[in-house]
């Protein structure tokens, strides 16, 4: 028996591969590497070469590691590239989805965790959002996840599979072991961005949008360290597995901060004052986003241990220096 880890060669999808691992659980990596990089996946898990949606390979697999549980991370993750190219989005999220959904269904899989997003709700104001929050994505992102979060919620009820979609807020930091990191050399990210610009690795940086009706202008985001958010993952996967019922939680710590706070603690980090211009609106951004993580800690029981924008930028910060110093 094994989970299938699709996108685990990808940033959040190769911390997961490293939990499973390390709890003992024999793990296998569905990833075709568009964004990934086979030296992320630990040398523990089997890899196959290939794509989420080509249903012949993914019901082999599931057949030959006998496996009952998916785990799918494997997706296009950048809201403004989705604006102007949103049918490689319906594509690769909503249609490979559906694919990988049919062969689980084929192959008889207990239990399906999803990769969702706070891009399913959209422009909500400031206040945080709930899982009851109406929906209303801003983005052919958000609109492509929340397709899929529907197709799982009727295919469940159809047939004899339990799901856990997870909506993670903006993940960021690394491996304490620093055995994996956001990796993606062009990542948009904005932790990821002031970190390359603080060593040096960009001239500058741009803040898109200062008119937003939020305390200083600027974008608000709700941080989340990625080992926390992994642990949500396991966590989850236990109560399935316990027989827990299909649950949609969001992945956030309830605290928001805006996009000059941020810049602001990766100067204070890395001790460099670096060039940041003030640009217009990026397309496809909501002015802010947070959510309380109320329902997550009481259906999991899941007790956040870096709910700290020093401690998740600092991480950050210290993976791209190693990243740096690797790639030299
Ligand atoms: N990074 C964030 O802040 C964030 C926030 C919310 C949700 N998510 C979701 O989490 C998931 C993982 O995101 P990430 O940041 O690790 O991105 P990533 O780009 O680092 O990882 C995605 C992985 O999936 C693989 N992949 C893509 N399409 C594939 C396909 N059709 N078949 C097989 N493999 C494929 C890529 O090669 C890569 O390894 C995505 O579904 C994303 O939408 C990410
Ligand atoms: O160089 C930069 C990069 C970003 N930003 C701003 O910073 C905020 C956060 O942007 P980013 O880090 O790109 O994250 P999001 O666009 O919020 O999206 C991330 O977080 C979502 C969940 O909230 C995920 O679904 C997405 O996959 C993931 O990319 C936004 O207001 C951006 O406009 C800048 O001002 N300058």
């Known amino acids: 028996m094994a989970v299938l880890v699709t996108g685990g060669a990808g940033y959040i999808g190769s911390h997961m ?11 296998v990596v569905l990833d075709n590497l568009v964004t990934g990089f086979d030296w992320a996946i630990d040398g523990r898990a089997q890899f196959v070469m290939g794509a989420a949606n080509d249903q012949t390979l993914v019901s082999d697999v599931i057949a030959t590691h006998k496996i009952s549980e998916i785990v799918h991370f494997a997706g296009s993750i950048v809201v403004p590239e989705s604006v102007v190219d949103p049918l490689k989005y319906y594509g690769n999220n909503t249609a490979t989805s ?3 959904i049919a062969a689980a269904v084929k ?38 996840k929340l397709m899929t979060e529907w197709m799982l919620a009727d295919v469940a009820a159809a047939h ?12 960021a930091g690394a491996d304490p072991q620093k055995r994996s990191g956001q990796s993606t050399p062009l990542a948009t990210h904005l932790i990821k961005v002031a970190a390359q610009t603080a060593l040096g690795q960009r001239p500058k940086m741009d ?11 600027t974008c608000v985001r709700d941080y989340i360290h990625v080992t926390d958010l992994i642990e949500a993952h396991a966590l989850l996967l236990t109560y399935l597995r316990g027989g827990g019922d299909s649950s949609t939680l969001n992945c956030a710590y309830g605290q928001g901060y805006s996009v000059r706070q941020v810049i602001n603690t990766v100067k204070a980090v890395s001790g460099v004052d670096f060039r940041v211009d003030e640009g217009p609106r990026r397309a496809g951004d909501p002015a802010s986003i947070t959510a309380t993580g109320e329902k997550v800690r009481s259906v999991l029981g899941w007790v956040p241990q870096h709910d700290d924008l020093t401690e998740i930028v600092t ?5 791209e220096r190693h990243l740096m110093m690797r790639n030299r």
């Open 98 to 100: 559906r694919d990988l």
């Open 207 to 217: 803040i898109f949008g200062t008119d937003y009706e939020t305390t200083d202008g």
């Open 107 to 144: 192959g008889g899989v207990k239990h399906f965790i999803f990769s969702s997003t706070a891009a399913v709700y959209g422009m909500t104001g400031l206040a945080p959002v709930v899982e009851q929050t109406p929906l209303s994505p801003m983005s052919p992102y958000g609109r492509s």
């Open 315 to 319: 991480s950050a910060y210290e993976w």
């Open 160 to 171: 004899p599979m339990t799901y856990g979609v997870l909506r993670y807020f903006n993940v």
């Open 17 to 27: 591969v490293l939990r499973l691992a390390d709890a003992g659980e024999e793990v």
